[in-house]
């Protein structure tokens, strides 16, 4: 079912109204549809180059409204909408315990969802349920969607098609390392 859903919304990059379809695949995957908005962009960024920048605003716009969504949901209907949402992503199990840490680091946690594959759609909903402040939760949201929708559309701006195979299949472990790296580095700057 998820490769026919893939499919399906990869066939929008090819539709008149692809920058539609890229807004609300951006604005729904942030709280609750699997399918990352990157499907999209990366296709239509190919194949317009000179709107690679309007995709990305596009893309960022439309996750932002989409993740306030998602902390509309946490905060207003956790246990009839979120919940299910996170049990079917299967992380019901550690929601007690991620609510007591996840303030303490709740801009780290928006940040690193943002922009690494970890499904940004949880931690929408895990902001609005801890009830992370709203200011924080939308700052980091821009900074993180920004980076990674724009990081995305400048490399396939930059290296057309040849780097796109890179960005499907490692982008996600890039700035998952590069995450790693910065939290390792504040980490060692505390404790020396």
Partial sequence: MIRRLYDW?????????????????????????????????????????????????????????????????????????????????GKDHAMEEFATRFNDMGFWAVLTAGVTPFPYKVITIMSGWTGMPLFTFVATSILARGLRFFLVAALIYRFGAPIRTFIERRLGLMFTLAVALLFGGFALVRYL
């Fill in 9 to 89: 919304t990869l066939a929008w990059a090819q539709h008149r109204h692809a920058v539609w379809a890229l807004a609300v695949v951006a604005f729904v995957e942030s709280s609750f549809f699997p399918i990352p908005p990157d499907i999209l962009l990366i296709p239509m960024v190919l194949a317009c180059p000179r709107k690679a920048w309007l995709y990305a605003s596009v893309a960022l716009l439309a996750s932002v409204l989409g993740g306030l969504l998602g902390y509309g949901i946490g905060a207003f209907a956790f246990d009839s909408i979120g919940e299910p949402i996170l049990s079917a992503l």
